[in-house]
């Protein structure tokens, strides 16, 4: 998998829009962004993923850079239960390929 | 949603023995299972690709005979914590996909993970 690069902590006010950074900047052009998080003792949730264009699902929208390089992960109206570590991972879509971790953005929103 | 269940969510261990910890896909099949280690307020560890029906894929520092992966069906993968000490006690998460890839995303599904101690 490629490297990723992602703040450690972010804060964000209850209601207002969370926007979750994430450099990959080595990433190869069969490779898709995926993000998933993982609220306190649970396993890691799926969340949202894409290749090249901006995506939304009725969790989240993806907002990747034209070159690739970078993405945004939006929650556009954070609750209390979006409180979370929100880990951004590329690796190709159709391959049984494993998925290793990087450190991830611990989100606190705050009421 | 696809659902994988992990058995048991919590165990509790005397030094020296063994556990063994279970991870279902529910409602699909699953030729390949990834089995994680987690330590408090860090991320998650691969420790081992678990292939149906052949040997697992240990990852470089992972014990393979302290960490036994059985991979029997197409539905379960188990995990075997052999001689347990208390560095073992961890969070153990496992995840697969779907064989058809339904629904069409490249998606994990991930267990709800079992959080192990050894006393």
């Known amino acids: 998998d490629a490297k990723t690069t992602q703040p450690p902590s972010m804060d964000c006010a209850e209601g207002r829009a969370a926007n979750l950074p994430c450099n990959h900047s080595t990433i190869s052009g069969n490779e898709y962004v995926y993000w998933y998080r993982q609220i306190h003792s649970q396993g890691p949730q799926y969340i949202i993923h894409g290749l090249k264009n901006n995506e939304t699902n009725e969790m989240a929208s993806l907002i990747i850079t034209e070159d690739r390089k970078s993405s945004t992960l939006i929650l556009p109206h954070a609750t209390l239960r979006d409180t979370a570590v929100y880990y951004c991972i590329v690796r190709p879509a159709q391959v049984y390929q494993k998925v290793t971790f990087g450190t991830g953005t611990k989100l606190q929103v705050i009421p | 949603g696809a659902v994988v269940s992990q058995h048991p969510s919590r165990v509790i261990c005397k030094s020296g023995t063994s556990v063994k910890i279970e991870c279902r896909s529910l409602d699909f099949q699953a030729t390949t299972m990834f089995w994680y280690r987690q330590f408090p307020k860090q991320s998650l560890m691969l420790m081992a690709t678990?292939?149906?029906?052949?040997?697992?894929?240990?990852e470089q520092g992972v014990e393979k005979d302290k960490f036994l992966i059985n991979h029997a069906s197409l539905t379960l993968s188990t995990l075997t914590v052999t001689s347990a000490h208390p560095e073992d006690s961890s969070f153990y998460i496992c995840?697969?996909?779907?064989?058809?890839?339904?629904?069409?995303?490249?998606?994990?599904?991930f267990g709800e993970g079992s959080r192990l101690t050894v006393l």
């Open positions: 995840s697969a996909r779907d064989l058809l890839d339904r629904p069409n995303t490249g998606e994990l599904f």
């Open positions: 678990s292939n149906e029906g052949s040997k697992a894929t240990y």
